[in-house]
């Protein structure tokens, strides 16, 4: 069955601890995204990526880092900088072809950071 | 930036009861997109729609793209206790593939 995972559901740090999400995807999707969710809002958006290689800022990229060296991944690294880390981050993946924007979500990590 | 307005924010309904919640914006819209959110889960596509005017049915929601382009709604009828979660709607952001949210309206079926 095609799907994005997230891996691991339940996460716990220790503040000044960098710490990193797990994505994956075997949709063959081009297109991979971020997003952060606090209780009671909506999603916000930390970085995307539409092609191997190269990803953009989203609008709340402040203390975390990504990368994409495959089609299939896409880890978020949230850092110490990050002053308020703990949050249900969700991964989503869509076609990318530019006119089709259904992203479809992982099942989140919530990240909890004592 | 763009942003999206969801009316009500929370519901509370009788199980079999029709339910109607919409998205709103000052912008255009070219597609809206409907999700479903279960407690600590990720959201889940629900119907997406492309032209305005349209009218899309899955099961027993239906949403329609309003025809000014600023509106979207979401029709859930005879609502059962499963039906619980949050409804958000979403369009991309001035043509970019990125996604807009609404803050979602959080539904409860009291069976």
């Known amino acids: 069955d095609g799907g994005i995972t997230q891996s691991p559901k339940y996460l716990f740090r220790k503040e000044g601890q960098n710490v990193t999400l797990s994505c994956e995807q075997n949709?063959?999707?081009?297109?991979m995204y971020w997003y952060r969710q606090d209780p009671g809002q909506g999603l916000r958006l930390i970085y995307y990526?539409?092609?191997?290689?190269?990803?953009q800022k989203g609008d709340i990229a402040e203390g975390y880092s990504v990368s994409r060296e495959k089609k299939e991944s896409f880890p978020l690294t949230v850092t110490s900088a990050q002053k308020n880390p703990t949050a249900f981050y969700l991964c989503?993946?869509?076609?990318?072809?530019?006119?089709?924007?259904?992203?479809?979500f992982g099942p989140g990590t919530r990240l909890t950071v004592t | 930036g763009q942003q999206l307005n969801q009316s009500p924010q929370s519901m509370f309904i009788q199980e079999g009861e029709d339910v109607s919640m919409n998205c709103t914006s000052s912008?255009?819209?070219?597609?809206w997109l409907w999700y479903k959110q279960d407690p600590g889960e990720g959201p889940v596509l629900l119907i997406a729609?492309?032209?305005?005017?349209e009218l899309t049915s899955n099961g027993r929601l239906t949403a329609q793209f309003g025809i000014t382009r600023k509106d979207s709604f979401l029709n859930i009828s005879a609502s059962i206790p499963s039906d619980v979660g949050i409804y958000f709607c979403?369009?991309?952001?001035?043509?970019?593939?990125?996604?807009?949210f609404g803050k979602g309206t959080k539904l409860t079926v009291n069976p």
């Open positions: 989503a993946s869509s076609i990318g072809l530019g006119v089709i924007y259904e992203q479809y």
């Open positions: 949709l063959n999707h081009d297109a």
């Open positions: 990526s539409q092609i191997v290689n190269d990803f």
């Open positions: 912008s255009i819209f070219n597609t």
């Open positions: 729609l492309y032209k305005a005017g």
């Open positions: 979403a369009g991309p952001q001035g043509g970019s593939e990125k996604l807009v």
